[in-house]
T-cell receptor, first 113, second 112 residues
Framework: DSGVTQTPKHLITATGQRVTLRCSPR?????VYWYQQSLDQGLQFLIQYYNGEERAKGNILERFSAQQFPDLHSELNLSSLELGDSALYFC????????????FGPGTRLTVL | DAKTTQPNSMESNEEEPVHLPCNHS???????IHWYRQLPSQGPEYVIHGLTSNVNNRMASLAIAEDRKSSTLILHRATLRDAAVYYCILLDSGGGADGLTFGKGTHLIIQP
């Protein structure tokens, strides 16, 4: 158990819809990262937040957005969903920045029908 | 960004040592070498990291070549639970804006 929690575990929705994925970091960690894992693209970094502020962006689509709240939990919002958005979405946390060990949650499996 | 090259897959027997290689010929002097692994149906898990010297922890050892252009993750006594995809990742000591860049990794198969 990494100490990072993600909800929900599974999500099934239709194209065009919007969903929100939630992540609670390990106690004491200030950074939250979001990653997408699909069969053809592997694990891809989406975005990082540090203590409530956006720190770095990766391959995140404009249809996707994220935020980190004062209690440090984070939400990833995916809108206008397409079939290709079906993937595993992982959240990770670390105390500081990228050089720190990242602890990954169990993931949310999103299926877009 | 400096890239890493790993074999697609390796196979080993239970209770034997496993040596997982990683080539990083364009590594810079400030890049740390990190290893993560991903067990089936789980999120990635940190294994070990190092800069220049060999490193040991309870999970594994990391042997870094003198010129730092390659490294080897050593599992001293593999168990079935070590079957996973192992990723070798370079991280600049100054941090970066790209997050962890996972390649395809090495799929380690452990035979009983």
């Amino acid at each position: 158990d990494s100490g990072v929690t993600q909800t929900p575990k599974h999500l099934i929705t239709a194209t065009g819809q919007r969903v929100t994925l939630r992540c609670s970091p390990r106690s004491g960690d200030l950074s939250v990262y979001w990653y997408q894992q699909s069969l053809d693209q592997g694990l891809q970094f989406l975005i990082q937040y540090y203590n409530g502020e956006e720190r770095a962006k990766g391959n995140i689509l404009e249809r996707f957005s994220a935020q980190q709240f004062p209690d440090l939990h984070s939400e990833l919002n995916l809108s206008s969903l397409e079939l290709g958005d079906s993937a595993l979405y992982f959240c990770a946390s670390s105390y500081g920045g990228f050089r720190d060990t990242q602890y990954f949650g169990p993931g949310t499996r999103l299926t877009v029908l | 960004d400096a890239k890493t090259t790993q074999p697609n897959s390796m196979e080993s027997n239970e209770e034997e040592p496993v040596h997982l290689p990683c080539n990083h010929s364009t590594i810079s002097g400030t890049d740390y070498i990190h290893w993560y692994r991903q067990l089936p149906s789980q999120g990635p898990e940190y294994v070990i990291h190092g800069l220049t010297s060999n490193v040991n922890n309870r999970m594994a050892s990391l042997a870094i070549a003198e010129d730092r252009k390659s490294s080897t993750l050593i599992l001293h006594r593999a168990t079935l639970r070590d079957a996973a995809v192992y990723y070798c990742i370079l991280l600049d000591s100054g941090g970066g804006a790209d997050g962890l860049t996972f390649g395809k990794g090495t799929h380690l198969i452990i035979q009983p």
